[in-house]
């Protein structure tokens, strides 16, 4: 028989028939293409029980193993924030050749003396198979940068600092209105430009009230954007909680109070849509008061609670009132030096066809101006070409407190970044936004572990997105199928994502990004398939179900219990009638069997037909006796034990 068909019979590819043949007492050759019809016909009717047998063995061996492999330690350097690539070269013990190669691979052309950052050593170390990580004075200094804004504050003389607008931040549950809220404070149609109605990355606003500045940060309420909320949170003064009072307190909103109290803001509560039928404030102030320990102000708590309705307009100057009163609360707090170097934070990062990087910054200390050069980290990203503030208007500068988009980047930088106004150093980044290539994430999956994987091409309009969409995706992984990330970057789909998804067997998925005519009859004839999205959950949603029908069911073993062979009362062909005692557990009927003599395995067959005290039953329990009609080859002895055990099909959902 060919070894192809024998394969085939068998479920399995011939290279692995080859691999496993040897183990089982077959050693055939590895380039044998034939074998002899009898070995053939044994190998099949032996196989259930071979492999069982292989089982039992290799259970043994990959316990040695997994304590072997805890014991070996991976391979892992530390490095600073900068190193040159020589430098790199020499603690990694890799040759300067092949690290330019590496560095040539991801896009950056570098010579020996110039130096790279943190963030690309440890890509081009993962792709070397070194873990890099960062040496302590380097965690001490990331460290300071989240820092940073305190210290260039706490350097400021109190004589030079000056009232500013309080920073807002709106944050709840993703339907509770807090965008329809920020639509009735500007008084604008931010809603219907957003898709399904859902903000879909941070933006900032300005207002005013009783001739008083307030910026408002928006950000996105679906668990996809918990970093970007994060990160909205730590430039923020004052926290607006939206509650919905038709719908009370979700799990959104609890994650969202999590980040305010980490954040250590004073907030407001909002309780929006009171002019629903089924709006119950009191039922609201309740879930507030039991599941997060908010009491508001009118039950003898501290905190304020504003009823509202975005929708029709009511409440939303009272609650502007109570943001200025809580803002002149934190007074001392709320001032900067306009007349310092500007200081502030990364709120959006994206990379437009016709302006380049571009960075929305809301401006935290001094005051930004056209022709400042921009220091991220240390590292220079460029110079301020032009500013425009949130209504798109062009601006000559920002002062503290204002969201302003600036123009003149060289690379767009990191959402949470802090950016300062200064002297830098030039240095070799990676091309974040471009072409920002990051080690590809495969969670709990490896190919030798025979997991399958779904590659993907990622291409978003704004960073924030991305990384939201990349957070999501690496979260929905498991072991029998996992998401690799190929390529993200952000722009609209080119030639050359193409060529990478047809080399690489990927799905482009975009989100908010257009397809021209030559790009979608190119990936038609490279067969290559293109999905853009206008709604991250959509996107997410799509993977999953293709995840899931890529999930092959789990036959899981459930075991029952052991007896002993005391009596053959009949042999047949393929058959035998036995009487037994169960020694532990219990047997079921139709139970699967493994026969056991002198602690081998030597047969498998099947339970058909139970009897005890000659009735037929379905259940034998521990010290009782029983007889059997046993179906599987008739080799069982008086003696032999045996294993009775059941099989579950369980299909995993994602």
């Known amino acids: 028989m060919n070894i192809t068909e024998l394969a085939r019979i068998l479920r399995i590819t011939p290279q692995e028939l080859h691999d496993i043949l040897p183990q089982l007492g077959f050693d055939i050759g590895q380039k044998a293409i034939k074998v002899d019809d009898k070995t053939a016909q044994r190998i099949i009717k032996e196989w259930p029980l071979l492999i069982r047998r292989l089982e039992l063995k290799k ?366 150093e030039k240095v070799k980044l990676k091309k974040i936004g471009v072409e920002h290539r990051l080690p590809s994430f495969i969670p709990e999956t490896k190919e030798e572990e025979g997991g399958k994987k779904i590659n993907i091409i990622l291409k978003g309009d704004v960073l924030g997105s991305v990384e939201a969409i990349e957070e999501s995706l690496m979260k929905i992984g498991t072991r029998e199928v996992g998401i690799k990330i190929i390529h993200k970057g952000l722009g609209n789909i080119t030639e050359g994502d193409i060529a990478r998804a047809e080399a690489t067997d990927a799905k482009i998925l975009g989100f908010n990004i257009k397809l021209s005519p030559q790009i979608e009859e190119l990936a038609r004839e490279k067969n290559v398939v293109i999905k853009n999205y206008r709604i991250i959950y959509d996107l997410i949603n799509d993977v999953k179900a293709e995840m899931q029908e890529l999930v092959v069911p789990e036959i899981k073993r459930v075991d029952l219990g052991k007896a002993k062979a005391l009596a053959i009362f009949r042999t047949e062909t393929k058959s035998q009638i036995v009487g037994g005692k169960v020694l532990e557990g219990k047997i079921e009927a139709d139970s699967l069997i493994e026969i056991f003599r002198n602690k081998e395995l030597v047969a498998q067959g099947k339970l058909v037909r139970l009897q005890s005290g000659k009735q037929n039953v379905n259940i034998v329990e521990t010290n009782q006796e029983f007889g059997m009609q046993y179906e599987g080859d008739p080799v069982i002895q008086v003696g032999d034990v045996l294993d009775f055990y059941k099989e579950e099909k369980i299909i995993k959902k994602i």
């Open 59 to 424: 259970r043994e061996e990959k316990k040695e193993g997994e304590m072997r492999r805890e014991e070996k330690e991976k391979r892992e350097i530390q490095l600073p924030n900068l190193i040159t690539v020589r430098e790199f070269a020499e603690a990694t013990g890799i040759t300067v050749s092949k690290i330019l190669a590496e560095l040539m691979k991801n896009g950056i052309f570098a010579s020996l003396n110039e130096r790279i950052d943190f963030e690309t050593a440890s890509i081009i170390g993962s792709d070397l198979g070194i873990e890099v990580k960062p040496l302590e004075q380097a965690e001490e200094r990331l460290e300071e940068e989240k820092d940073k804004l305190k210290t260039v504050l706490e350097r400021e003389k109190k004589e030079n600092l000056v009232a500013r607008p309080p920073v807002i931040v709106v944050m709840g549950h993703v339907d509770h209105g807090k965008t329809k809220l920020l639509d009735a404070i500007r008084h604008t149609d931010v809603v219907a430009g957003e898709a399904g109605g859902i903000t879909q990355h941070i933006g900032a606003y300005q207002v005013r009230r009783k001739d008083r500045r307030i910026t408002f940060i928006d950000t996105p309420g679906h668990e996809a954007f918990t970093a970007m909320r994060s990160r909205g949170a730590k430039v923020a003064d004052i926290a607006i909680l939206v509650v919905a009072a038709d719908d009370g307190v979700k799990p959104q909103t609890v994650e969202a109070f999590s980040i305010i109290k980490a954040a250590g803001i004073p907030f407001i509560v909002a309780i929006n849509k009171i002019d629903k039928p089924e709006a119950n404030l009191d039922k609201t102030k309740q879930e507030l008061s039991s599941q997060l320990n908010i009491i508001p102000e009118d039950w003898g708590g501290k905190t304020i609670t504003a009823p509202i309705s975005a929708k029709e307009g009511k409440g939303i100057e009272e609650l502007l009132d109570m943001v200025l009163l809580t803002a002149d609360l934190e007074a001392e707090s709320l001032k900067a030096n306009p007349e310092a170097r500007a200081a502030g934070t990364v709120i959006e990062s994206h990379v437009n066809k016709g302006e380049g990087p571009v960075a929305t910054i809301l401006v935290q200390n001094g005051t930004l101006k056209i022709g400042d050069q921009l220091v991220f980290n240390g590292q220079i990203y460029g110079k301020v070409r032009a500013l425009k503030n949130y209504r798109g208007e062009n601006v000559p500068e920002a002062a503290p407190s204002t969201p302003v988009k600036i123009l003149g980047l060289k690379l767009a930088p990191q959402v949470g970044d802090v950016l300062e106004v200064g002297e830098g």
